[in-house]
């Protein structure tokens, strides 16, 4: 494992009881929507075209797929808050963690830097980077979880469907990934931009007393409206 992907796991460390329980939710709850289908297909295509069926087994067929419901819920709402709270801890961590190493760095880093820019990667960049570390394991565990379930329910139906259904997932994997790489390079220049936004509004407030001693507002101005449309053009293309 290369040193880059231990730094990467080593902020789970802290919380790895959470993160243990935040997967187990997620492993349930996915389970449990592969669970529906089949007691739906039972009840069709087993119990209600026996004559003789007993009232019953729908009764308690009904209160099993509430209970999974609700099972499914608590899951759910698990992962949703627990999970982002274990975002919100590791957030913390990163963002006290890159503030000292902030306080490490030379005088001449910071001539070449702007501070809007050294701002974004403090705010922005770290939310998008731990909203990753939220949803990034549980989303891999569920897709799995449903992408082999539906493929071993649907196969004991009808193997030769689900093969010809199964064999455009290869295009398609190769389509996302196409469109990942372009939307990768959008991303990065997008967070470039919100630094150049953050960087016109720093140095603008700061100096705000200079700007108004010599009557410069519309200027500064307009050259907020050129950075802010510059994000538009980004996100556009």
Do not use: W
């Amino acid at each position: 494992m290369s040193s880059r992907a231990k730094k990467f796991l080593s902020y789970y460390r802290p919380y790895l009881r959470l993160f243990i329980a935040d997967l187990f939710c997620a492993v349930i709850a996915a389970t449990i929507t592969l669970v529906f289908p089949m007691i739906i297909r039972y009840l069709t295509g087993t119990v209600l075209i026996d004559k003789n069926f007993e009232i019953s087994i729908i009764y308690k067929l009904g209160i099993f797929m509430i209970v999974l419901v609700i099972i499914e819920y608590l899951c759910n709402y698990f992962v949703a808050y627990q999970g982002h709270v274990m975002g919100v801890y590791m957030e913390r961590d990163l963002r006290n963690e890159l503030f000292q190493h902030y306080q490490k760095l030379s005088f001449s880093f910071y001539d070449e830097q702007k501070t809007g820019q050294l701002m974004s990667r403090l705010t922005n960049d770290l939310f998008s980077l731990t909203e990753l570390y939220h949803h990034g394991p549980e989303d891999i565990v569920i897709s799995l979880i449903k992408f082999f379930g539906a493929f071993i329910i649907l196969a004991t139906i009808n193997l030769q469907l689900t093969l010809i259904v199964f064999a455009f997932i290869p295009v398609m994997g190769a389509f996302i990934y196409y469109y990942n790489r372009k939307m990768k390079r959008a991303f990065k220049r997008n967070r470039q931009r919100v630094g150049d936004i953050n960087a016109r509004i720093e140095d603008n407030l700061s100096g705000i007393r200079v700007v108004k001693s010599f009557g410069n507002e519309d200027y500064e101005v307009d050259r907020f409206h050129d950075e802010n449309t510059k994000y538009v053009n980004v996100k556009e293309n």
